[in-house]
């Protein structure tokens, strides 16, 4: 089943349940495939791919973190609350996030493949990780931990 389909789903449930907060999430989620579909027809493809999908909820729920970090600051615990639960509900539709091991596992593999040694190399090992891991960890973490193990 598809993204498009399954969060079609989750629209009906939610408002079945009269969740109002998973129903304003799914549907936002579902206003961002139709704009991303929407761009990418030019081009002659008619629906998204799955690494598409990934992409598209990777990138909405890193604008949840931003905003979350941003309430936190100001203060605003009510809203950051509000985009917490938002950011829980665009999560299960993401692939299951890896772990800190598992991540860094993968980063010395990947450094070993690329023989990077230095800071420097960083580009290096950058490319292939995230080409790797994306949707599955956080870009952030995964350059903190690459710029940690090549600054050794």
Known sequence: MSLNDR?????????KARDKIRLETVRSIKKAILEKESSV??????????????????QLAK???DSIA????????DLAAQEAQEL??????????LSDEEIERAIDQIIAQVGATAA??????????MQQLKGKAD???????VKAKLSK
């Open 7 to 15: 969060v079609s789903e989750a629209i009906k449930s939610a408002m």
């Open 41 to 58: 027809r030019p081009s002659g493809q008619e629906n998204l791919t799955e690494a598409q999908e990934i992409e598209l909820l990777v």
């Open 63 to 65: 604008q949840r973190r």
């Open 70 to 77: 941003q309430y936190q600051q100001a203060n605003r615990d």
């Open 88 to 97: 829980a509900i665009l999560e299960e539709y993401l692939p299951q996030q």
């Open 120 to 129: 420097k190399d960083m580009g290096k090992v950058m490319g292939p990780a």
């Open 139 to 145: 870009g952030k973490k995964v350059q903190d931990l």
